[in-house]
C-alpha cells in the first residue's frame, strides 16, 4: 500500500518538475492553474485596484483589462442577512466593467514629522512595468499542526511582456 500511494504521489509531481521557464505562457498558465501547489508571483498591475498581468493588453499608454471586473456596493442588508458584517451591511456586485488605468500616474503619500504632526501630502509619479519578471512557486511545505507558515521554493522566473491590444 505504502508503494502505491509513493508511486501516485510521484506521478502528480511530475508535471511541476517538467515545467519550465522554456515552456510557453500558455502551458505554464495552464498548469499553474491545474495544480494547487503551484503560484504566480510578481503579476501585479493597478487598473484602479490589483489585477494580474495576464488579464490587461496595453492599449496606447493605457492598460485595459481583458475581460470584466465586478462593481461592488455596500448597502444595508440587515445583521440577520448571512453575508452581513457586524453592523448589518455587505458588498454586493451591481454590475460589472472593463478597466482601464494609464501606465504612467501620479500618486501621493503623507509625510509626516514630529510624532505625526505637521503631515502634509506629498505627490510623486508611478511609472508601472510593461514587462513583468514573473515566478514561478511551488509549496514545499503547508501549514503543519501549530505552524501557520506555507514553505514555498522558487522553480524559475521567466519575462512576461503585456501584449497590446487587438
Known amino acids: 500500500m505504502k508503494k502505491i500511494i509513493a508511486l501516485a504521489a ?3 509531481s511530475v508535471s511541476s518538475f517538467a515545467l519550465s521557464a522554456n515552456d510557453s505562457w500558455d502551458t ?3 498548469e499553474v492553474s491545474a495544480d494547487w501547489d503551484l503560484s504566480f508571483t510578481g503579476t501585479a498591475v493597478f487598473v484602479g485596484r490589483p489585477v494580474s498581468a495576464f488579464d490587461v493588453c496595453l492599449d496606447g499608454d493605457q492598460f ?3 475581460r470584466e471586473f465586478p462593481i461592488y456596493e455596500i448597502v444595508k442588508v440587515g445583521k440577520g442577512h448571512p453575508e452581513a458584517d457586524e453592523d448589518g451591511y455587505a458588498s454586493v456586485i451591481v454590475g460589472y466593467e472593463i478597466l482601464s488605468f494609464p501606465t504612467t500616474y ?3 503619500k503623507e509625510v509626516c514629522r514630529n510624532d505625526d504632526k ?3 501630502r506629498v505627490a510623486y509619479t508611478v511609472n508601472q512595468d510593461l514587462v513583468k519578471n ?3 512557486k ?3 511545505r503547508r501549514n503543519v499542526g501549530k505552524n501557520d507558515r506555507t514553505i514555498e521554493k522558487t522553480l524559475f522566473s521567466k519575462e512576461y511582456v503585456i501584449p497590446a491590444c487587438n
Do not use: F, P
Request: proline share 0%; aromatic share 4%; hydrophobic share 50%.
Open 106 to 108: 501620479t500618486s501621493y
Open 138 to 140: 511551488e509549496v514545499v
Open 28 to 30: 505554464i498558465k495552464a
Open 64 to 66: 485595459v483589462t481583458t
Open 134 to 136: 514573473v515566478s514561478v
Open 10 to 12: 510521484a506521478l502528480l
Open 118 to 120: 505637521n503631515c502634509k
